[in-house]
């Protein structure tokens, strides 16, 4: 049977709409919005970044992330420092307090995770990892972007 077109796209977009609501369901049973677990786990993973670049890593508009940034720096979640490089920009790093929130939710972000990953292999789940990143590498290129 023939694949219809665009159906790639639609099967990941079920995905990702299946997916959506119990996740952002366990962030909330926890106090944390999507937004701010996806700023801190891109911040956790590439700290000293900017605004700009925090907002291209979490696939949200950089005004957006201004105001995500702006409520996180007032809950002591994130500090900013000046960037020694270039006087007036402004790096941005996770604090002790938004480590401890990433770590609230861990395990049961992992759960989710394993119910995802429940009908594949050990084996599958790697070949898929490696396909998505490709796919998503494919499309960075498209733009003219490269993934770091």
């Not at 996180?72 to 996770?94: C, V």
Request: with cysteine; charged share 30%; hydrophobic share 40%.
């Amino acid at each position: 049977m023939r694949e219809p077109e665009g159906y790639l796209i639609y099967l990941i977009k079920q995905v990702e709409l299946g997916v959506r609501r119990p996740f952002e369901e366990l962030l909330a049973a926890k106090g944390i919005s999507t937004p701010t677990y996806t700023a801190l786990t891109v911040l956790r993973r590439w700290p000293g970044i900017t605004s700009s670049e925090l907002a291209r890593r979490s696939f949200v508009r950089a005004q957006t992330m201004a105001e995500t940034v702006n409520a996180m720096l007032d809950s002591g979640l994130l500090r900013r420092e000046k960037d020694p490089a270039h006087g007036r920009q402004m790096l941005l790093y996770i604090t002790a307090e938004g480590d401890r929130m990433i770590d609230r939710v861990r395990d049961d972000v992992q759960d989710l995770d394993a119910v995802l990953a429940s009908a594949l292999s050990e084996e599958d789940r790697r070949q898929l990892i490696h396909h998505l990143r490709a796919c998503r590498d494919v499309l960075l290129a498209r733009e003219g972007r490269v993934r770091v």
